[in-house]
């Protein structure tokens, strides 16, 4: 059997590939083949005789824009914040600012004998009779009472093992006189009577002993079955 014989280049004009065994030049172009210099499509088609320069300005709807000038340019007094003198105002409290009082400070819910604005009273405490703050009381209001080592309505500032904020609550609920605790974000396991308060909380009763990390805390209610401060007898 006869042998295949192959050389396969590339034409250097038109770049179509041949056997240059069989074909001493191209068979495509011959080897002289010419092309039209590549023109681009999106090319502004201006006759030969113009050249293109762009304007000088750019021209709006209404004739040529104004240079933009800063408006705070050399007048420290413009600049948001400031009161017109160079000085910037002073940030008003929410209290300034709403004309309320600050929520810390005042009621959480108003019950039928408290006066709107008046201080929260007391519906119960915590006191510590064990760890680092034994001794130590804490008053609670109605609503929710936060307990914290750091931050919170109740700051147990002593356990370092009890959580920065959050790390449970107590809630008074005035419609109904009882007291509920529930575990936050706290990492402790929040324990009533050694019991762990898992899931919706657990309601707390006189004398129930509350342990967060190395406290435990004895619960007392001021309020209940035989007073509260929406009483109409209490006014």
Known sequence: ?????????SCPVC??????????????????????????????????????S???????????FSPTVDPLAGNPANYPGMNGS????????????????SRMNKTQFVDAATPTGAPSPVVGWLVAVSG??????YRIHTGYNYIGREAGDICIRGDQTISGEKDSNITYVPQTNRFYIAHEQGKNVLLVNDIPAIGGGAELHNYDRITIGTTQLLFVG??????????????
Request: aromatic share 12%.
């Open 86 to 101: 160079g000085n910037f105002t002073p940030t008003k409290a929410p209290e300034q600012l709403s004309g309320l009082s």
């Open 15 to 52: 770049h179509n590939f041949y056997d240059a065994v069989k074909d001493a030049t191209c068979p495509f172009c011959g080897g002289n083949a010419s092309f039209a210099p590549t023109q681009d499509p999106f090319a502004i088609p201006y006759p030969a005789s113009e050249t293109f």
């Open 1 to 9: 059997m006869a042998e295949i014989h192959q050389k396969i280049v």
């Open 54 to 64: 762009p304007p000088a300005t750019v021209v709006g709807p209404q004739g040529n």
């Open 222 to 235: 001021f309020c209940g079955e035989n007073f509260s401060w929406g009483d109409t007898n209490n006014k």
């Open 132 to 137: 680092p703050c034994r001794g130590t009381d």
